[in-house]
């Protein structure tokens, strides 16, 4: 299917950037759209952003205006833009294709692959 690195994560003062990258490999062509969502200690995995393969993008109310996904088809790598971190943006970062293909049998295969996951820690 696709295989995923996200790379850029860091530790980072509250009103600080970073930007998150994830390179994608495989099965490209079948992507659908890209997402990130975060993790954050003793809380469920919450979607942050996506954009699907017209450009479409969606984010969650807590990032709106602050962080900005985008894509380089070139380079088959999604990007998450973050402004103005905040302490609460503080989690682990995934990177995830959703997509689908037919298989050799003709059967259609839906997927969402993940990232291994990148820290971003916020902190003064």
Same mark, same amino acid.
Request: overall charge positive.
């Given at each position: %299917? @696709? %295989? &995923? @690195?996200?790379? *850029? *994560? *860091?530790? #980072?003062?509250?009103? =600080?950037s970073l930007r998150l990258s994830c390179a994608a490999s495989g099965r490209i062509d079948s992507i659908n759209s890209?997402?990130?969502?975060? %993790?954050?200690?003793? +809380?469920?995995?919450? &979607? #942050?952003?996506?954009?699907? @393969?017209? =450009? /479409? /993008?969606?984010?969650?109310?807590? #990032? +709106?205006?602050?962080?900005?996904?985008?894509?380089?088809?070139? +380079?088959? /790598?999604?990007?998450l833009q973050m402004n103005n971190l905040k302490l609460e943006d503080t989690a682990v970062y995934y990177c995830a294709a959703q997509g689908g293909y037919y298989n050799d049998e003709d059967a259609r295969v839906e997927y969402r692959n993940w990232g291994q996951g990148t820290q971003v820690t916020v902190s003064s």
């Open positions: %299917q @696709v %295989q &995923l @690195v996200e790379s *850029g *994560g *860091g530790l #980072v003062q509250p009103g =600080g890209m997402e990130w969502h975060r %993790q954050a200690p003793w +809380k469920q995995r919450e &979607l #942050v952003a996506t954009i699907t @393969v017209g =450009g /479409t /993008t969606n984010y969650a109310d807590s #990032v +709106k205006g602050r962080f900005t996904i985008s894509r380089d088809n070139a +380079k088959n /790598t999604a990007y």
